[in-house]
């Protein structure tokens, strides 16, 4: 237990000489005591400030920079050093930082070019899809890249996280998207009311590889998806789907040993769809599409309308 300090106290006990002041103390007992408790030396850590030391023989504090010769100019000599050093290394840390900087906006704009021309063939999207898969099987046969099952708990939780924050964007994108319409006056694409979930609210001019379409030929509208767009000669290459029967359905059909491909100018255009739903393979070389009854009436209301305003234009 620490008893609390007692100012009485410890002048009664210096009064009474239990106790000793160091201007009462004979010189050499102050020396003895000093030899055998010697205080450490603190050096000066800072260049031309007012230093501090003290002698492990003497013990006796000095104080001064200017007047501290000893501590004092091989303080400032090594701080000039520092400095200099420190000048050098901060010079080619910017320039260092400056060559990455414009190596990286470089870089990306040449992976920018890339994705872009990527996404508008679909030979090369094909090819770029099948070897990131294979990248990602080789990762996962080498254990540097994890499966969800191969997950522990924590992670798999902090996996459905990102997962839902990512959703959340997304929805969060398209509803911007409906309440914001980006429709050019020129554009097929009118702000007619579409099926919730069916149908993009984008122009038909923005038309990647991949898009599935309903486009006007021969006076009939077809159920068809983008293969290659051609944006200088304002066309897109799509692949048409038949009709499989008087219902909502649609498949692929070859024609002359191909697929039944076409290009479509984007003015033939009449809506951009959702991928439709698929229940499954009819056989081992094509599929079937589905589209809602909704989905129909809409696009058969948009044929009409397109063949009473450009009569001409429907081949």
């Not at 000039?80 to 990306?108: H, L, P, S, V």
């Not at 589905?290 to 989905?295: G, T, Y």
Request: with cysteine; glycine share 6%.
């Amino acid at each position: 237990m620490v008893l609390p300090y007692n100012h009485n106290t410890y002048r009664v006990r210096i009064e009474i000489g239990l106790i000793a002041i160091a201007s009462q103390v004979p010189a050499i007992d102050l020396f003895k005591a000093q030899q055998r408790h010697p205080r450490p030396v603190r050096p000066n850590r800072s260049v031309g400030a007012p230093s501090k030391c003290c002698t492990e023989t003497t013990g006796l504090i000095t104080t001064g920079g200017s007047r501290n010769l000893s501590n004092s100019e091989p303080g400032r000599e090594r701080g000039d050093e520092e400095e200099k050093w420190n000048g050098e290394r901060r010079k080619k840390t910017d320039r260092a930082a400056a060559i990455c900087g414009g190596e990286k906006e470089k870089k990306q704009g040449i992976s920018k070019r890339r994705r872009e021309k990527i996404h508008s063939e679909a030979e090369l999207k094909e090819e770029y899809l099948r070897t990131e898969r294979q990248r990602w099987k080789k990762r996962v046969e080498e254990g540097k890249l994890k499966t969800f099952n191969d997950m522990n708990e924590r992670e798999k939780r902090s996996q459905r996280k990102a997962w839902k924050h990512r959703q959340q964007k997304s929805r969060e994108r398209k509803r911007k998207g409906s309440d914001h319409p980006v429709t050019p006056p020129d554009s097929p694409v009118d702000q007619a009311i579409r099926p919730d979930g069916t149908m993009t609210d984008l122009s038909a001019d923005v038309v990647h590889c991949g898009d599935w379409l309903a486009v006007i030929y021969d006076q009939n509208w077809w159920l068809a998806k983008a293969v290659t767009v051609d944006a200088p000669h304002q066309d897109v290459k799509v692949e048409f789907f038949h009709p499989h029967g008087p219902n909502t359905r649609f498949y692929p059909k070859e024609v002359e040993g191909g697929k039944d491909m076409c290009f479509i100018p984007f003015d033939h255009i009449l809506v951009k769809l959702v991928e439709p739903s698929s229940p499954g393979r009819v056989s081992r070389t094509r599929e079937i599409y589905n589209l809602s009854a909704e989905v129909m009436d809409f696009i058969e209301e948009k044929h009409i309308h397109h063949i009473g305003l450009h009569p001409d234009k429907a081949e």
